[in-house]
């Protein structure tokens, strides 16, 4: 990343959550204890998946690209979140701020992607069970993951690339915790009409674009489930996607409300990004483990091997 144009200033001041030392204080400790239960919880699910081999289907091979996932994510804002809470100069650099906001493009990118691609492996499972192992070979899994991250990157890089070139020389303070696109376009005193488009168009592109894959796939397992005759396998059939879809709403809902609300730095406004950026990490593993008996059963099994051992 070439910075040259950035020589009227170095750094910007994030303005964070709140200004009150004994909020940051409490915010400090929520925040602190919201990251190491992420951090545990989705290293536990990678763990549990890795070790039980009850997991090693598509489903659980792509939920463990989610935790790893997850684990990033949220390790892309939160450490600076906390840095900033303890202390007094609430500062980042230009080129972190740049590759912050690239960093949680991609991560962000990556978790759409990824969350079509199990909406569409419950829709194999549930219309076409007697071809699943045949449709869903290791080889498609793989190269739907690596899909995933691929097509996330490139979107990732053609937005930041002409953020690279903006001129920022008017405020420093971003109204954020963290560093995202739509709060940098105030601060810069060149034209960002570029940098929007290709925002704007990447965001219909691949957030719409996702987002309609996942409901044209539900669509289909609704029809298939209600032509299922019995109410227990219907109950069955719904019951291996409630984790996913309380899990894409999170994440869609969030982060819908946030790219659609005008970056002003209102409560609302950072209340949602927390939502999507700190929470959702955060719930989704339990989310899986809660609700699905065969994570529960392999999260037991794991421990008790694990004492065992000890």
Same mark, same amino acid.
């Given at each position: /990343?070439?910075?040259?144009? %950035?020589?009227?200033?170095?750094?910007?001041?994030?303005?964070?959550?709140?200004?009150?030392? %004994?909020?940051?204080?409490?915010? &400090?400790?929520?925040?602190?204890?919201?990251?190491?239960?992420?951090? /545990?919880?989705?290293?536990?699910?990678?763990? #549990?998946? +890795?070790?039980?081999? %009850?997991?090693?289907?598509?489903?659980?091979?792509?939920?463990? %690209?989610?935790?790893?996932? !997850?684990?990033?994510?949220?390790?892309?804002?939160?450490?600076?979140?906390?840095?900033?809470?303890?202390?007094?100069?609430?500062?980042?650099?230009?080129?972190?701020?740049?590759?912050?906001?690239?960093?949680?493009? !991609?991560?962000?990118?990556?978790?759409? $992607?990824?969350?079509?691609? /199990?909406?569409? !492996?419950?829709?194999?499972? @549930? $219309?076409?069970?007697?071809?699943? *192992?045949?449709?869903?070979?290791? =080889?498609?899994?793989?190269?739907? #993951?690596?899909?995933?991250?691929?097509?996330?990157?490139?979107?990732?890089?053609?937005?930041?690339?002409?953020?690279?070139?903006? !001129?920022?020389?008017?405020?420093?303070? @971003?109204?954020?915790?963290?560093?995202?696109?739509?709060?940098?376009?105030?601060?810069? $005193?060149?034209?960002?009409?570029?940098?929007?488009?290709?925002?704007?168009?990447?965001?219909?592109?691949? *957030?719409?674009?996702?987002?309609?894959?996942? #409901? &044209?796939?539900?669509?289909?397992?609704?029809?298939? @489930?209600?032509?299922?005759?019995?109410?227990? *396998?219907?109950?069955?059939?719904?019951?291996?996607?409630?984790?996913?879809?309380?899990? #894409?709403?999170?994440?869609?809902?969030?982060?819908?409300? +946030?790219?659609? /609300?005008?970056?002003?730095?209102?409560?609302?406004?950072? @209340?949602?990004?927390? =939502?999507?950026?700190?929470?959702?990490?955060?719930?989704?593993?339990?989310?899986?483990?809660?609700?699905?008996?065969?994570?529960?059963?392999?999260? +037991?099994?794991?421990?008790?091997?694990?004492? =065992?051992? +000890?």
């Amino acid at each position: /990343m070439a910075l040259g144009n %950035h020589s009227a200033i170095t750094e910007f001041i994030l303005l964070g959550l709140s200004a009150d030392p %004994h909020v940051q204080a409490l915010l &400090f400790v929520l925040f602190l204890v919201i990251y190491l239960l992420t951090v /545990m919880g989705n290293l536990t699910m990678l763990l #549990v998946i +890795r070790t039980n081999s %009850h997991l090693h289907t598509p489903m659980y091979f792509f939920l463990s %690209h989610l935790s790893f996932l !997850d684990l990033c994510y949220s390790s892309i804002t939160v450490p600076k979140l906390l840095e900033n809470l303890l202390s007094q100069k609430k500062t980042i650099s230009v080129g972190g701020c740049l590759a912050q906001v690239f960093f949680v493009f !991609d991560a962000g990118g990556t978790e759409a $992607c990824l969350l079509s691609v /199990m909406a569409y !492996d419950r829709y194999v499972a @549930i $219309c076409h069970p007697l071809h699943y *192992g045949q449709i869903m070979n290791s =080889q498609l899994c793989n190269s739907l #993951v690596c899909g995933s991250w691929g097509l996330s990157f490139l979107d990732a890089l053609i937005n930041i690339l002409p953020a690279i070139s903006l !001129d920022f020389c008017v405020n420093q303070s @971003i109204p954020h915790y963290s560093c995202e696109l739509p709060s940098l376009f105030p601060l810069s $005193c060149s034209d960002v009409s570029t940098s929007f488009t290709v925002l704007l168009c990447s965001s219909v592109v691949h *957030g719409l674009g996702t987002c309609l894959l996942i #409901v &044209f796939s539900y669509a289909l397992i609704a029809s298939t @489930i209600l032509s299922i005759s019995s109410s227990s *396998g219907r109950g069955k059939a719904f019951s291996t996607c409630s984790s996913h879809l309380t899990a #894409v709403l999170l994440f869609y809902g969030s982060a819908f409300l +946030r790219y659609l /609300m005008p970056t002003s730095g209102s409560p609302l406004e950072l @209340i949602v990004s927390v =939502q999507y950026s700190v929470v959702t990490p955060l719930v989704n593993p339990f989310i899986y483990s809660l609700r699905n008996n065969e994570v529960k059963a392999a999260v +037991r099994r794991t421990f008790r091997k694990y004492l =065992q051992y +000890r």
